[in-house]
């Protein structure tokens, strides 16, 4: 196959069929699985189903994902992510961020990827306060390909392409991005005082 056929075969295998939509009413967000190809007139029919007050396509569903994502023609549903604990193996001592809270504030968060003990280069999830809206996270510590040199920079109200908020940082390359370090990172930039694992949405979609 040449690399004509190859993007011809890749096009038809993308073909969208239908759109994730972000309804916001008096500032909550909903999300919406809208089987119509066109973005604009998906994002209408969700904001006018839940009558809200602005509506966005956030994300594409393509035909190869149609049966996955339960998209049908025509067919509006509300997409709701259930957020349960993650179970864990380990020792409570390990995770003293998540027991005795107290009147502590404790926050919910979702990684889309396994991070390992020894740390990734890049980390992506999702995180949300007292039940509110799900907000995106992205942490690295490389620019262009390279470990990072300079000091930390972590933007607490970043706004990723779909609008969505959230927080996105570069860390110096010596820094660990593993679990714990990237808890600690989102804590001391949201003003949370811990976090407790959880299954969620995918932030490749929210974003």
Not at 11 to 27: D, F, L, P, Q, S
Not at 44 to 59: E, G, Q
Not at 162 to 188: F, M, Y
Request: hydrophobic share 40%; charged share 20%.
């Amino acid at each position: 196959m040449n690399i004509g056929d190859s993007i011809a075969c890749y096009m038809t295998k993308y073909i969208v069929v239908g759109w994730i939509v972000r309804t916001e009413t008096a500032g909550r967000h909903r999300y919406w699985k809208v089987g119509v190809v066109d973005a604009d007139r998906a994002a209408a029919i969700a904001r006018d189903t839940a009558s809200a007050d602005t509506a966005t396509a956030v994300a594409s569903i393509p035909s190869h994902a149609a049966s996955a994502f339960g998209v049908s023609p025509g067919v509006v549903t509300e997409v709701v992510w259930e957020s349960r604990p993650v179970t864990h193996t380990l020792e409570l001592s390990e995770f003293e961020d998540q027991i005795g809270a107290g009147e502590k504030v404790l926050g919910e968060i979702t990684f889309d990827i396994i991070v390992p003990e020894k740390g990734v280069a890049n980390v992506e999830g999702c995180y949300r306060i007292n039940g509110g809206n799900w907000q995106v996270y992205y942490l690295t510590n490389r620019d262009k390909g390279a470990p990072w040199t300079g000091a930390p920079i972590v933007r607490s109200k970043a706004v990723f392409q779909s609008g969505i908020s959230g927080v996105s940082g570069v860390v110096p390359g010596g820094w660990i991005l593993n679990k714990k370090t990237i808890k600690k990172i989102l804590a001391e930039a949201i003003g949370v005082d811990g976090w407790i694992e959880v299954t969620g949405p995918d932030s490749l979609i929210l974003k």
